[in-house]
């Protein structure tokens, strides 16, 4: 019988033996001793004479008698467990506890716990280091205390108070690369102090300290002196650069480039050369028959007109903005320009084949390009190449060039440089107004074109 219990069974779901008899809690110990060898031999010796008891008295007699010695030895060996482990870790004795606490609800027990078999510990070694103490480092930083935090300012004064910053920090840099130059490599650093124009009895001239400056092909760069602008202007792309490198790169210095292609021009007029001139006219006459100005967008279909009703975009087509835009510089040219001359536009509404103008306006048209003064001419030609346009290019240099004072209107709106570029790029602003511009492109190429379109201004415009 498990020690710990009475010789009297009791119901361990008995109300009334747990409200009367027993205690809080009541704790049943088990234990059970696991032999190997004497239990299978055990077994083993039970079945075979089981087994032949039904044959034979004797059998009976003897399996009984083996019975009893085996259950008595198991007895004992119960009796013999009560705080005995086994020696050698075999584990021959096993302790089970089962515990039984009276719950709040009479006659049930609220919760049963069975505690494991009670084995050896095994041993635990731990070892301990003593701390180690923090050694603090000592201070060694010098210099001022941090500034104390400046109260708020509105953006804009952040944002010029930042470049300017960061353009004395750009000047800096720049002063130590060039000083920082081996002495050998000459293209590498500014070999100039200043710059300043010089008037001559024929020209402007731009002088590095008393050096001029000169054009490709070696001469002098004279500006006639009715432009002390474009002087002005030069100077200034010649006093903000820092190496005598970046004067190699036309991109730098724009104005100096354009200028330098028109003295050339004018330089070889005078020697009766006319190659250049030639090869700029037939250049420029290339784009009439593709003239952006004269290509226009398809009529758009009655379906796609209900289509975009539907969704809440039906606005003026591109067509009717292109044919708006380009009446009037058209209308200006064939009256005061080309007077009499037909320019009609180079697509029709179901090709995609450009149709060329008739030869009469390519006559007239070509005749006035190549009596155009070397200043204009090298104007047209970068005003062509920027907006891709003929006629925008002729429009621009009209009412800025001081050749054509006659046909200028004295009106407060001119046809100025917004003007030309968006007569220029009037498809990609409206594709980009329909369906966002790609930043990084579009902005560069609209900030592009309008720089150069400038520098056609400052070229052809005059005091005289």
């Known amino acids: 019988m ?14 009334k033996w747990y ?68 020696e050698n870790g075999a584990g021959l004795c096993f302790q089970t506890s089962l515990t039984l606490t009276q719950g709040d609800k009479p006659g049930y027990p609220s919760g049963v716990s069975v505690a494991a078999p009670h084995r050896r510990p095994e041993p635990v070694s731990a070892s301990f280091t003593p701390p180690k103490p923090a050694v603090p480092l000592p201070t060694t930083t010098a210099g001022p205390p941090p500034q104390p935090p400046l109260p708020a300012a509105s953006q804009y004064g952040i944002r010029v108070e930042r470049r300017r910053k960061q ?12 000083s920082q130059m081996k002495p050998g490599s000459a293209m590498k650093k500014r070999f100039w102090k200043d710059v300043s124009v010089k008037e001559t009895p024929d020209s402007f001239q731009i002088m590095l300290d008393t050096r001029p400056v000169r054009t490709p092909s070696k001469a002098i760069l004279s500006i006639p002196l009715s432009k002390p602008h474009l002087a002005s202007a030069i100077a200034l792309e010649w ?6 490198q970046q004067a190699l790169k036309q991109h730098l210095i724009p104005l100096t480039s354009l200028t330098s292609r028109a003295d050339d021009i004018q330089n070889q007029d005078m020697a009766g050369q006319s190659k250049s001139r030639r090869d700029i006219v037939d250049m420029v006459m290339r784009y009439l028959d593709t003239d952006t100005l004269l290509c226009w967008a398809p009529q758009r279909s009655a379906e796609d007109t209900a289509r975009l009703h539907q969704r809440g975009q039906l606005t003026e087509s591109l ?9 009037p510089i058209i209308g200006y040219l064939a009256t005061h320009v080309w007077p009499g001359v037909e320019i009609k536009p180079v697509l029709d509404s179901d090709s995609i084949v450009p149709t060329p103008q008739p030869q009469i306006t390519k006559d007239v048209i070509r005749g006035w390009i190549s009596s155009l003064p070397a200043y204009e ?11 891709k346009s003929l006629l925008v290019a002729v429009r621009l240099l009209v009412e800025w060039s001081e050749e054509f004072r006659d046909l200028q209107r004295d009106t407060p709106k001119r046809f100025g440089i917004e003007e030309a570029a968006e007569a220029s790029s009037l498809e990609v602003r409206w594709q980009t107004g329909m369906w966002g511009e790609v930043e990084d492109t579009h902005d560069v190429d609209k900030e592009d074109v309008r720089r150069q379109l400038g520098s056609v201004i400052l070229l052809v415009s005059g005091q005289r």
């Open 319 to 327: 067509r009717d903005i292109q044919i708006k835009t380009a009446q």
């Open 239 to 244: 006093d903000l650069l820092v190496s005598a």
């Open 377 to 387: 001419l090298a104007a047209l030609e970068r005003a062509v190449l920027a907006s």
């Open 19 to 86: 409200k009367t008899k027993a205690p809080s809690t009541t704790r049943i110990v088990f234990y059970s001793a696991t032999m190997p060898f004497l239990s299978i031999l055990h077994s083993i010796v039970d079945l075979a004479l089981y087994h032949f008891a039904r044959f034979s008295p004797v059998y009976a007699i003897v399996a009984s008698v083996v019975f009893a010695v085996g259950w008595f030895t198991q007895g004992g060996i119960w009796a013999q467990c009560d705080g005995v482990m086994n």
């Open 2 to 15: 498990p020690k710990g219990l009475s010789n009297t069974p009791v119901d361990p779901y008995d109300a």
């Open 167 to 178: 353009a004395e920090m750009l000047r800096r840099g720049q002063d130590l690369r060039a």
